[in-house]
């Protein structure tokens, strides 16, 4: 699919390359929306990020869920007033109400974002449009919408609506007129406009086009229906290998086919109660409360991993190839080793609106545990948005949602392609009113060539109006200023002179110079349609960086690193720091905005810089305050191993935040770890960094306090030699030491069947005697079981030997036998 070939993707890509609009991009199903988004993620030079309502529509857009990437809660989200940007917080530090910790990378990757992407916006509520919209004012710009980044938002609200229960509407429908996401209260303020894709792709025949058109404009007369229920086959039974998939209205629809694949396979059938607690309705179970599966059946994720591995999403498929009691093993096409599945939980919350706060409160009212798991040989409507597929069989006649017939119709090549499996009738297609004068609106005020030159022009103008507006670091120099007055009393040194002294010359040097070529900027460009072929602007834009950045060094840069000051205030030290880095932000993003444009401004070369430049500079040591290392407990070993940190930095060659970050090194300092297991509690010391890092920080850890006369633990010098080791070879060591398994379990802090799994490796190995783990008596019973169930059924061996045997030992005889055939 080529853009050249199609006057709306061209106009598309124009918009979205070189203006900043937000652009709500629609169509009918097929006409290439999710092709277009994946040749922008290849082709678009502004930092992007790719967000959806659902874990399978963000995976086929190739993006993140929404919740995920904003840490937004599941609940209604009730809206909240902005803080004041002003003078005396200048960055609008106050966070919203209910908006969750960031990690550092997160912030960075918000902060220089250039634009963003909402794919199936038909699924986005308002309420989680205005989420979105406090999260990026929250770290970007808090007087813009959306915190100043472009949205793409894309969609067809012919086909799947937001999904929003009774109790949510009755908390939001006194803030929004509908629940679509056209009616949030940020959009409205920014404004968008709309470009609706005309050719479709994914069908060739006319016919099959028109009849779909029908559908999803509510047009359907009595010939058309006959038409397409000329599709209809009852007791339609391919073969598997036909490749055919079931789309289904209802759950239990897809449920009962494949309950009906599930019996046709061979293997025993396992069967998995779910443990409720509380109040937790049927209607809102997340899959079956007893779970069928048998090895061999195809199932799908419907939880994402909570692990730190992240092995699975919700709507990731595979197949079953192994079973016991307390885990499933599942393997996904493309991947090389199972994924091991164990039982979690989703908790049912109540949400109620707090009058006094106005804030939403979530109460847990009950409980759900099972395996995340359900089988996956049909699939609701729903699930299929944005798939397509060469042959599908649709039961679509108890249709209950607006757009859901189109949805499923749409899904398929061709008109050959399709089988109804139900006859579809006329009250099955739904479409709602609001949606239709919207998208009516959408249509009748497309934009054309005249409105993507005005919007380039301007979105030029804005870029080179930021590039030389220096208020934003007259505003942290004046915040600096506010925290001198209020803590002055605590502050040695003279740093709010020093401060003054910068504020003169910034206001008449540098602002009230800008000021006036912000005119000239204004002029030069409506000479031109493009601000980079434009030779005028281009010269005075390089004399301007020229001036500026000679400006910038003398009048900014040089004072403010001259200045200096002592506390001993923690907390006042932590907050002049803090304002002290935002400063110097503020000056480097200017800095790499100026040094890019000296040899004229290119709108590629400037976003890139200014992107990098704005990346947070937390992690850097302060030029101010902190040469005492007064705040941490030990301020000798801090500065110990924040030289470390820096040299690893360099060795490493990447960022210092990125070998450990400085929470984490502080809390080393103060708790002095000595021991693996205490080294390992330590936020930020899990995993990879254990393994990279573990035994030098122990190592110097020890050192210390061998130096300082510290209490040491029993064996302590042995500790740094753990640290290399992984999971199961720690709990090997142990068990080798003469600890038993709950003794192992008890201190790792982990369950004892993860211990014996871990042990169980070794007696395969051979490196574990069976009779340490085994007695013999026991040994010979399990054999015997075990030769009489040929299959190695782990639940029968068990139940013929009774409750004196564990499933454990029989697992240890089991991995024994199989080693020893093996060497045989």
Known sequence: MKTDDNPQLQLARDFVRYTNQNIFLTGKAGTGKTTFLHNLKKQSPKRMVVVAPTGVAAINAGGVTIHSFFQISFGPQVPQANPSFSVSNPSGQNAPTGIKRYSKEKINIIRSLDLLVIDEISMVRADLLDAIDEVLRRFRDRRKPFGGVQLLMIGDLQQLAPVVKDDEWSLLK??????????????????????????????????????????????????????????YQPNFNPNDKEGYITLTTHNHQSQEINRSKLKELKP????????????FPEYMYPTEIELVLKV????????????????????????????????????????????AVERDEWQNAKYALNKTTQEIEENVIGTFEQFPLKLAWAITIHKSQGLTFEKAIINARQSFAHGQVYVALSRCKSLEGLVLSTPIETHSIKNDG???SFTDRVEQNQPGEKELLESRRNYQQQLLSELFDFKPILWQIQYLQKLCNEHGALLLGNLNQQLEAITEPLKTEMIGVANKFERQIQQLIRQSEDAEQNEPLQDRVKKACT???????????????ATDFQTDNAAVRKSLQEAFIKLRKEMNVKR???????????????????????????????????????????????????????????????????????????????????????LKGIRGMGGKKM?????????????????????????????????????????YSLFKAGKSVEEIAAERQLATSTIESHLVHFVGEGELPIDRLVEAHKQKAIMN??????????????????????????????KYLEAKQVKS
């Open 592 to 678: 790499s905005g100026l040094t890019s444009c000296q040899e004229g401004f290119i709108l590629k070369d400037y976003l890139k810089a200014r992107a990098r430049a704005v990346i947070d500079l937390g992690s850097e040591k302060a030029a101010t305050g902190s040469g005492n290392a007064a705040f941490a407990k030990y301020p000798d070993f801090f500065k110990k191993m924040h030289a470390w940190r820096e040299s690893k930095a360099k060795d490493l060659k990447m960022e210092i935040s990125r070998v450990i970050r400085q929470k984490t090194l502080l809390e080393i300092v103060e708790k002095l770890p000595v021991t693996r297991i205490e």
């Open 547 to 561: 001036y500026f950045l000679e400006k910038l060094e003398i009048t900014l840069e040089q004072p403010v690193k």
């Open 174 to 231: 006194s803030y929004y007129d509908t629940c679509y996401f056209f009616s949030s209260r940020a959009l409205k303020q920014a404004s968008f406009i709309g470009i609706e894709l005309k050719h479709i792709y994914r069908q060739s025949d006319e016919h099959f086009i028109h009849l779909l058109n029908q559908i999803r404009e509510n047009r359907m007369d009595e010939s058309t229906l006959q038409t397409l229920n000329q599709r």
């Open 785 to 814: 079981q075990l030769k009489k169930h040929t299959n190695n059924s782990m639940t029968a061996v068990k139940s013929a030997l009774g409750d004196d045997y564990s499933y454990s030992e029989i697992r240890f005889v089991l």
């Open 434 to 436: 609001t949606v239709v």
């Open 691 to 731: 393994q990279q890092f573990g035994k030098e920080i122990l190592e110097m850890t020890l050192a210390y306090r061998k130096a300082k006369g510290l209490e040491l633990p029993l064996n302590a010098e042995k500790e740094p030699a753990k640290a290399t080791l992984d999971s199961k070879h720690l709990s």
């Open 268 to 279: 025993k059938a396992h069967f998995f109660e779910a443990n409720v607690h509380g109040e």
């Open 296 to 339: 061999g059946a195809q199932v799908m994720f419907v939880k994402n991993d909570g692990s730190a591995e992240k092995r699975y999403y919700n709507g990731k498929i595979g197949k079953v190839i192994g079973i016991d009691d307390d885990s499933i093993q599942v393997q996904c096409k493309g991947e090389t080793e199972p994924i």
